[in-house]
C-alpha cells in the first residue's frame, strides 16, 4: 500500500488531515486547489527543475503558504525514497463527495469510473490521471482497501488527484445500487465476459467498473453490474494492466459521445 505520511489539524472546531505529496506537477496542481497548508524545496535543485520550482515557489508566497528550504537527504526521508523533483508538500486531505454529487454534478451526461478494491497506488495514480484526461465526472472506491491519494499515487497522477473528485463508499456493491437508481448504467470490465467493450452503448450515463489484478471484481460486485464487457486480446498475454483497461474503456466512451454530437 506504500508509505502514508498524515498529521491531524484542528481549526475552528473542525478537524482535517495534511498529507505529503511531492514532485513537479502534484504539487503545482495542489497550490491551484488551495490545498498545500506547507512546502518544502531542495535548497540546491537540479538544473532543469529550477524553473519551475522558482514558479511554485511565487505561487505559494502569493497565497501565503510557507515555504521552507531542505537539504538532499531531508526531501528524500520527506518523500519516503520517491522522485521529488526537489519539492514536497503538506496538503490538506480532498474533500469527500456521496455518489449522489458525483451524478448530479456532472456537466452533461455521467461518466464515472468505479474502483473494487484496486490498492496499488501506482495504478490508481494512473487511472486518476486518465479519469481527468477523459473528462470523466469522478471515482468512487473502498474506503477500505484503498490505496492512500499521497505519495506514490498523487506523483503518477501527475497532479490529476487535486482535480478528480472522488467518493470514499463503505460498501462497492451497495454504491452501484445506488448509482442504477440515479440511472446511470453499470459496466464491469471482466476478462471472461463475452461481449466486447466496444459494443455496448456508452453514450448513456455510464459507470465503468474495474477490479483488482489477478482477483479481477469481486462476486458481489460482479452480479450488481447491468453488463459484463470485456477487452479482447490478440497477443500471447491475457490481459492488461488495469490502468491500461480504464483507459481503453473510458475513451471508447468519449470517442461514441463525440460520434453521437
Sequence with gaps: MGF???RLFVMSRRSYLVMKIYGINPVLEALRTKRVTELTVSARAQAADQHRLAAIVRLAETH??????????????????GVHQGVVADVRDRPNVSVEDLVTGAS???????????????????????????????????????APLDGAAAK??????????????????????QLKAAGVWTVGLAADASTPYDQVDLTVPTAI?????????R????ERCDRLVSIPMSGHVSSVNVSVAAGIALFEAVRQRRVRK
Aim: hydrophobic content about 50%.
Design 4 to 6: 502514508v505520511s498524515l
Design 64 to 81: 501565503g503558504i510557507p515555504v521552507r528550504c531542505a537539504n538532499a537527504d531531508e526531501l528524500a526521508r520527506l518523500a519516503h525514497g
Design 108 to 146: 452533461g451526461t455521467p461518466l464515472i469510473v468505479v474502483l473494487d478494491q484496486i490498492e496499488d497506488p501506482h495504478n490508481v495514480g494512473a487511472i486518476l490521471r486518465t479519469v481527468d484526461a477523459a473528462g470523466a465526472h469522478g471515482v468512487i472506491r473502498q474506503s477500505r482497501h484503498a
Design 156 to 177: 503518477v497522477s501527475a497532479g490529476a488527484v487535486s482535480h478528480v473528485a472522488i467518493a470514499d463508499v463503505v460498501n462497492i456493491a451497495r454504491a452501484l445500487e
Design 209 to 217: 467498473v474495474l477490479g483488482a489484478e489477478g482477483t479481477g471484481l
Design 219 to 222: 462476486r458481489l460486485v460482479r
